[in-house]
């Protein structure tokens, strides 16, 4: 054993005979003094009399007799601020089991790493792709297992912004990362004890900041800090102290890219942490980062240089890919009902609703069908055939059909004897194939056994196929429906298992092992399952979600797929499982849908007040139709009701109208929102929108919507007004043309009722909205004419006029653009007097074709803020009739109207 392992810290205010070093060679003064037991009570007493009341205000150290240690390596020191203490192994730990290479706060029982920490990796020359780090201490802070030997940083130059860290067993693997000439960033690693900084136009985008380095057999720890000024991410704004994430697919896990954004000096950076083993992400004070990963193989950090937001998640997206899927029906809501007990029943209902819906005109894009679709482990000729007949009772109501999957197979009731033989024998009937039998090589296994592992959701004892190499002949056979899909949401994906876990080995076994995994490994399959390669199951745990995402599109021929959760995958979409209804989680979906937009996931959707069974139909209903209104705004929308409708028709008189309305609302808005998410998210962070605006960054109160939208939703029951933080540039109540007075910053508090939902929209922009809706986006898209919002924005700017003097002129523009195909686009221009509409791109039939067009062609009125009060016709607005066709862009170079 190495010598420095033995060293054993010791205490003054322990009254115990001391052990130390005898191989020390330098006893210092305050040695001689502790080894006097009179004199160092007396010191003691002088010391906590006079010091400990000096520093416990910030300080709560530990005293160690601090000899150098005999690596020659720096010492490290415990007296580091309370805030900035890192907890060394789980930090909450008796003196007993804390590392004696740690410092111990005995006041608040909590084992820390000293600073530097002792806890490194070490190398002599400078840096390179080759160079084998040795570890500092041969052993970790977890159960004393021993580090691992050798260990290398790999650092891949991605981009000129896009850089990667990998610290990795050379053992397993070999690395070697490209380099680049130009690039916005340099990086340090120093040696002897690594230290690794990243730096950016900006300043320090990343340090680890000496502190710990930690591989071992399952558990790799690393430390970092992105900046000390505010960071976001993880779905949380802003990313507090205290904020732990654990990144293994579970429900209520992370749904999006584990990044970080962090502002430093007026811009924003972000970190990744691409983590496939189970990672716990943990924010502790002073914004430090710790992150440990239950793996043996390594660790691996991305940093993306910014400045802007934007520029960190196009990078993002870049790397995670991105969705090119998205088809104008997929903005409509989306229905699904669970209420029905039989599939005859499930049927009945089907029927009900779609005449009832179509009689009360209450749009709709599509529909779960009969039931969600769940794989049985028994599939005969008939058993899709309740699903197949509501598929064919939608599509005959011109709606679309998004079948509700979910990845596991149930294979029978769990307290049932008789399934128990039904592996083993071949099914009686023939027409049925026996999956559990003919298919027993795809199935995950019980702990080093053959047998299949049975999961349990509600009452069933269910199997989980390995989708990873999956066969045609096997997804044919598991799928008994013929109904052709519009789409597929994919549910309980991470996968689900209700079963009781026991937690204890889970404690022996694994060095590093707390609540929150537990929270995460509850209610997925056993954690040391087996795959069909004979690998353990929970280190490929991530890989689950994304090779069902994988299976289902390769049975489908790729047709639109939501997910709720994945794994660094980011063409597909997201969808919301398992959100209770309440007034927090209203609030908290519209963070983690702008959050999750900005971090790549741009197609995004939440289930309207909730897809749980918690729905109260008689004391919610106020959220419920707030949650309406606050859904108009999100990228995508289902409505799922389980045992208690929520669907329009659930509602009664106002409230009915209101669900209505606020569909409605969103199909005038479609033609906005689908020209926004070709080029960027919807719903967005202030932060994200106004990186330069010091005062908004941190709200969570307002949302912009796009470039040109802000929403300012009151969340709270019988609000009566809320207060707006004016972004930069002017703004207009986006239904009344009323203008918001007050400077960037200000706060400006407007009224409000349940029945609003505050909008204001920016000067400068125009919009088109859709109003006569029907009752498709599609059919909405290509009936109902256009109207538009024109925001005017006047500010002054200095010309110089004929005697060469300055004279201030008052200058009022507005501009915006409406995508309609890949290849036509509507571009608006005003000045104050004009409005100019021009065509990017010659796509005409998309509008004008009789047979091909998609898009409407005429627009109706337009209605103008911002203009002088004796140029408006109504109180904030001017509103002008006229009917223009757009068709006649086909032969104009563009069409202009008079505003003023
Ligand atoms: C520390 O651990 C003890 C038991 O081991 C537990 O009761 C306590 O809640 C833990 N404290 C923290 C802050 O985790
Ligand atoms: C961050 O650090 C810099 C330089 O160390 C310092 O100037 C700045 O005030 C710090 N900012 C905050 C918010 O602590
Ligand atoms: C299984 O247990 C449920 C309650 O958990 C009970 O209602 C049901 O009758 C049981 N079925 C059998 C076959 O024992
Ligand atoms: C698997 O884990 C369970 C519970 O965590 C434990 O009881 C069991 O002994 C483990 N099996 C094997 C083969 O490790
Ligand atoms: C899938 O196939 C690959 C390549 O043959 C193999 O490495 C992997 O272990 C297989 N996975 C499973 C779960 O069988
Ligand atoms: C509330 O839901 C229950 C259960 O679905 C239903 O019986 C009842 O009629 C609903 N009440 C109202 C007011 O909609
Ligand atoms: C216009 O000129 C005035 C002084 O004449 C100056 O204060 C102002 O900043 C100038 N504005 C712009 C936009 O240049
Ligand atoms: C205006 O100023 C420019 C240079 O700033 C000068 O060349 C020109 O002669 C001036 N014109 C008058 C009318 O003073």
């Given at each position: 054993?190495?010598p ?17 070093d ?41 005293m ?20 900035a ?152 704004l ?18 999006t890219?584990?990044l ?11 970190v ?26 390594g ?62 005109k ?20 008939d ?49 049925c ?100 390669n ?114 329009p ?26 020209t ?110 256009f ?69 409407a ?12 009060d004796?140029?408006?016709n ?13 068709c ?11 505003i003023?």
């Open positions: 054993m190495l420095y392992a033995n060293e054993k810290k010791e205490e003054i205010v322990n009254e115990e005979p001391y052990e130390y005898k191989n020390a060679k330098q006893i210092k003064w305050y040695d001689a003094v502790l080894l006097n037991r009179t004199l160092r009570v007396a010191i003691g007493l002088v010391l906590l009399s006079v010091l400990i009341p000096v520093l416990l205000y910030q300080y709560i150290f530990v160690t007799a601090e000899r150098p240690p005999l690596d020659g390596f720096s010492t490290g020191s415990c007296v580091i601020q309370r805030s203490r890192l907890p060394c192994g789980s930090g909450n730990v008796s003196q007993e089991e804390c590392h004696p290479q740690c410092c111990y706060d005995t006041i608040n029982k909590i084992c820390f790493h000293r600073y530097p920490s002792r806890f490194s990796y070490i190398f002599q020359q400078k840096w390179s792709e080759d160079v084998i780090l040795m570890p500092r201490i041969a052993t970790v802070p977890y159960n004393f297992q021993e580090s691992f030997k050798t260990m290398k940083l790999s650092i891949d130059e991605i981009s000129p912004t896009h850089m990667s860290l990998t610290f990795y067993d050379p053992q397993k693997t070999s690395l070697s990362g490209q380099r680049i000439e130009n690039k916005m960033y340099s990086y340090e690693v120093l040696p002897t004890e690594m230290d690794i900084s990243v730096n950016g136009p900006q300043g320090r985008l990343f340090s680890t900041l000496r502190g710990p380095l930690i591989a071992s057999n399952n558990i790799w720890e690393i430390a970092f800090r992105v900046t000390n000024e505010s960071i976001y991410g993880l779905g949380e802003p990313l507090k102290e205290g904020t732990v994430k654990v990144i293994y697919n579970h429900d209520g896990g992370l749904n890219a584990p970080i954004y962090a502002k430093l000096n007026g811009s924003y950076h972000g990744l942490i691409e983590a496939r083993a189970p990672t716990e992400i943990s924010i502790q004070g002073e914004n430090n980062v710790v992150v440990r990963s239950i793996t043996s193989d660790l691996k950090l991305h940093v993306f240089v910014g400045p802007k937001p934007a520029d960190v998640m196009n990078d993002v997206r870049k790397f995670i890919g991105s969705n090119k899927q998205l088809e104008y029906w997929m903005l409509g809501a989306h229905i699904c009902n669970e209420i029905a007990e039989t599939p005859e029943e499930a049927f009945e209902d089907l029927q009900k609703f779609v005449t009832s819906a179509s009689q009360e209450i749009p709709y894009e599509s529909h779960c069908g009969t039931t969600p679709i769940v794989f049985q482990n028994e599939v005969c000729l058993s899709g055939i309740y699903f197949d007949k509501g598929g064919e009772l939608l599509k005959n109501a011109s709606k679309k059909v998004i079948g509700h999957v979910s990845p596991h197979i149930i294979y029978g009731e769990h307290n049932s004897t008789v399934s128990e033989d039904v592996e083993k024998s071949i099914s009686l009937n023939e027409s194939v026996n999956i559990a039998h003919d298919f027993n090589e795809f199935i995950i296994r019980e702990p080093n056994s053959f047998d299949v592992y049975k999961g349990l959701i509600g009452n069933y004892d269910v199997l989980y196929p390995d989708y990873e190499n999956i066969t045609e002949e096997f997804l044919q056979n598991i799928w008994a429906y013929n109904t052709e899909l519009d789409g597929v949401i994919i549910e309980n994906i991470w996968p689900l298992d209700e079963s009781v876990k026991d937690h204890e080995a889970k404690y022996l076994s694994l060095p590093y092992f707390n609540k929150n995994f537990e929270t995460a490994f509850n209610q997925t399959p056993q954690w040391n399952c087996t795959r069909p004979g690998k353990t199951y929970y280190h490929s745990h991530n890989d689950y979600a994304n090779n069902f995402i994988d299976a289902v599109n390769f049975a489908s021929g790729g047709i639109p797929t939501w997910a709720s959760n994945q794994w660094r995958k980011g063409d597909v979409m997201i969808n919301r499982q398992n959100i209770s209804t309440s007034w927090t989680n209203l609030r908290k979906e519209l963070v983690e849908a702008a959050l999750g937009g900005i971090s790549g996931h741009w197609l995004w959707s939440t289930p309207i007040c909730g897809d749980t069974d918690n729905y109260n139909n008689k004391t919610q209903i106020e959220l419920c139709l707030k949650w309406y209104m606050a859904a108009t705004y999100m990228p995508m929308i289902k409505i799922h009701s389980k045992s208690v409708a929520k669907h028709l659930a509602f009664e008189g106002t409230d009915r109208r209101l669900t209505i309305n606020a569909l409605n609302q969103r199909l005038t808005m479609l033609p906005y929102f689908y926004t998410l070709q080029e960027g998210p919807l719903l967005r962070p202030m932060f994200y929108q106004f990186p330069s605006s010091e005062s908004l960054k941190d709200l969570t109160t307002q949302f912009s919507v796009g470039d040109n939208l802000l929403i300012v939703p009151n969340l709270t029951p019988s609000q009566s007004h809320v207060h707006v933080w004016l972004p930069p540039g002017s703004w207009y109540e986006i239904w009344s043309g009323f203008k918001l007075k007050g400077e960037e910053g200000d706060a400006v508090t407007m009224t409000t009722t349940s029945a609003d939902f505050l909008t204001l929209i920016r000067g400068d922009s125009i919009i088109a909205l859709q109003k006569d809706v029907e009752e498709t986006a599609d059919k909405t898209r290509l009936q109902s004419s109207s538009l919002i024109v925001a005017i924005d006047c500010h002054f700017v200095n010309i110089t006029n004929e005697f060469n003097n300055t004279i201030q002129q008052k200058v009022c523009e507005a501009s915006g653009h409406m995508y309609m195909t890949n290849n036509m686009s509507l571009k608006f221009e005003t000045d104050t007097r004009q409005l100019k509409i021009t065509a990017v791109g010659d796509d005409f039939d998309a509008l004008c074709d009789t047979d091909k067009a998609i898009w062609h005429t627009i109706k009125e337009i209605n103008v803020y911002g203009l002088d004796k140029d408006n109504y109180d904030h607005h001017k509103h002008i009739v006229r009917t223009i066709n757009l006649e862009l086909e032969n104009n170079e563009d069409i202009t109207i008079m003023t």
